[in-house]
Structures are given as C-alpha cells and as structure tokens.
Nanobody, 120 residues
Framework: QVQLVESGGGSVQAGGSLRLSCVASTYTYCMGWFRQPPGKEREGVAWIYPNSDNTYYIDSVKGRFTISQDYAKNTLYLQMNSLQPEDTAMYSC????????????????WGQGTQVTVSS
C-alpha cells in the first residue's frame, strides 16, 4: 500500500499563490495532482514521472502551476500562482502504475485531499 498525505491548502483571493505538498510512503511510476471542483468530476491537473522528472500539465494551468518533487524525501509539490476562482477545488495527490499517467484509472492510491478556495 502507498500512503499519501497532502497539505498546504487554504483560502486566498484571486491572484494569490499556494504551495501544496504531498508526502508519499513510497513513489510509484506515476505521480500526479488531481482536483475536483464543486459540482464537477475529478480532473487531472499535473503529472510527473519521478524517475525522469518529466512533467505535464493541462492547458488551463500552464504557466501558473508547477509540479516538482524532492525525490529523496518522496515529496511532491504543486506551486500554484495567479490563482483564479475557477481553481477552487479539492486537490489530491495520487500514485499509480505504468502508462501515460494522465488517466484516472492508472492511479491506485489517493491522498485525502486538501481544499483550495479562491475568492474573486
């Protein structure tokens, strides 16, 4: 089993920044950040291949969000800048197996989530 614990969520005004952290008991082939806005389905936000440090983002967060890792400490980060009300969601980190790392079904382990609320 892989355990993941997120932290760093909070409430900010539009244009503000937050840095989310996720401590994993161990890394897997795929590591990523997902979010679920109110009344909407969960969606992927950013992904990383821990071994290569390659990263990927959905278009709506490119240039604003940065996923990174401290590989030695099994810690994943999501730096979120220029936050907008549309970014309001429960953010979760996840760990999975092989594949593209960009589909929900590829992830087996999930953290409990941390709430991010952005006011206009």
């Amino acid at each position: 089993q892989v355990q993941l614990v997120e932290s760093g969520g909070g409430s900010v005004q539009a244009g503000g920044s937050l840095r989310l952290s996720c401590v994993a008991s161990t890394y897997t082939y795929c590591m990523g950040w997902f979010r679920q806005p109110p009344g909407k389905e969960r969606e992927g936000v950013a992904w990383i291949y821990p071994n290569s440090d390659n990263t990927y983002y959905i278009d709506s967060v490119k240039g604003r969000f940065t996923i990174s890792q401290d590989y030695a400490k099994n810690t994943l980060y999501l730096q979120m800048n220029s936050l907008q009300p549309e970014d309001t969601a429960m953010y979760s980190c996840a760990a999975g197996g092989s594949g593209s790392c960009r589909q929900l079904h590829e992830y087996k382990y999930w953290g409990q989530g941390t709430q991010v609320t952005v006011s206009s």
